[in-house]
């Protein structure tokens, strides 16, 4: 399997080996997977937001592909509730806790999916 340096994704790589990884006339459904704004992989399409995926091997194993966009907002209202309810602590994926104004700067660190940086948690009026 291919693998991108850190920084860096590889969309194309990440479908073409979930291909290889299933089973003749299985399924999957790619989460994550979407480019709906240009990749930084070498298998990209520069500009376009697309990635270069082998259909010819999907075909050959039978395979199906599921897609679909996640009930995100019905979700996070729910796992708000239960956070403001205490009984879900998701604390333990947040690697930075920053005030407001470090913001762009979180971002960029994160946008490059640089080494420790998980989840950001961002906190208004905090002094730096």
Do not use: Y
Not at 9 to 17: C, Q
Request: a positive charge; proline letters at 9%.
């Amino acid at each position: 399997m291919q693998q991108c340096p850190q920084g860096h994704e590889d969309n194309a790589a990440t479908l073409n080996d979930l291909v290889q990884s299933v089973r003749f006339s299985g399924a999957s459904a790619p989460s994550g997977s979407n480019v709906p704004r240009p990749p930084a992989g070498p298998a990209s399409c520069p500009g376009k937001g697309k990635a270069r995926f082998e259909v010819g091997g999907l075909c050959f194993k039978g395979q199906h592909v599921g897609t679909g966009r996640a009930r995100s907002s019905a979700t996070n209202r729910h796992l708000r509730s239960l956070i403001a309810q205490d009984k879900v602590k998701p604390s333990w994926i947040v690697s930075h806790d920053l005030p407001l104004d470090q913001a762009p700067e979180a971002c960029k660190h994160f946008d490059a999916r640089e080494e420790g940086w998980a989840k950001v948690v961002l906190h208004p009026g905090q002094a730096a």
